[in-house]
């Protein structure tokens, strides 16, 4: 703007900012190579928009669920429901009945990561009650959040409006619902020990974006580091791991396992070393996620 004024001394403080208005509008719409080639402007969008309403990024309910665990343990639920005029009975920790639990749990095979061969007590996908079952845990925290169902006097119910859409559409209906639920609502740091403040729903479209496009963690978790260099600023002084490795650690755990995992959008080989070898970490694209998101950048 000095190099503007020394040119143009006789500019007015209104046409002065018009300039400055350019200037900016020109900087914002310019490709970053720190955020991977997008934008200011399509970053923001993608930070700040309401759920679904992102510039370049198609957001469609897949035709077929059955691959995803969140759907399919929320298919359990209703089907219980409905089966007894639209409410079953709590445990008296308020938890679902270890009948559903049971039924959940023989879904296994039928997902990708049924596959891993992960032993009952560390598997997320399975669970002698609801409170060891963690992805289905997450699918009725989430089903709540949602609005679909809640627990009143002992018994877990499905909203009357929420049982008349299942009937004429299926689970396909909640698809959205608890997807935006999963991503603007739930607390990612719910159920892990991790004491960080730092919150990676912020950028959770710009990390499935990138993710999408490689698969590699190793190369996400830089990715993001460049991106938003701040966030390693969040991270205290560990022993063992410096903040990128952290870093990396807590987008492998909130964001893959506990999130993309659980819909049935990627898998992950458990395995971390082999044959005393590590394991790259790269994640399985499935279908699902495909199927769901589209970007056009």
Known sequence: MAQVVAMNPHLSLDELNRVAQQRIQERNHRPEADFCGLTPTQMNNWLYAPFNQWAGVTVTTPDDLSYSPVMGYLALILDEALQQEGSFKATSKGNLP???????CDLLPEFAVGKFDIHVSINSFAGVNEEKF????????????????????????????????????????????????????YNWGYLDGWETEVDLRTFWLFMLWRLQGHASL?????????????????????DYFPPIQQLGLLIESRFIERFLQFWGFVTVEPRRFFTEEPVPRTAEIQPLLTHTFQFSM
């Not at 996400?220 to 002084?237: H, I, K, Y």
Request: aromatic fraction near 10%; proline fraction near 4%.
């Open 218 to 238: 190793d190369q996400l978790r830089e990715e993001v580091a460049t991106a938003f260099p701040d966030v390693l600023r969040q991270f205290g002084p560990d």
């Open 98 to 104: 270890v009948k559903l639990v049971k039924q959940a």
């Open 134 to 185: 963690i992805a289905l845990h997450y699918t009725r925290i989430l089903a709540e959040i949602a609005g679909i169902i809640y627990r009143r006097s002992g018994r877990f119910h499905v909203k009357k409006e929420a049982q008349k859409r299942y009937q004429t559409q299926g689970v396909n209906a909640f698809f959205l619902p608890m997807l935006e639920a999963a991503v603007t609502k």
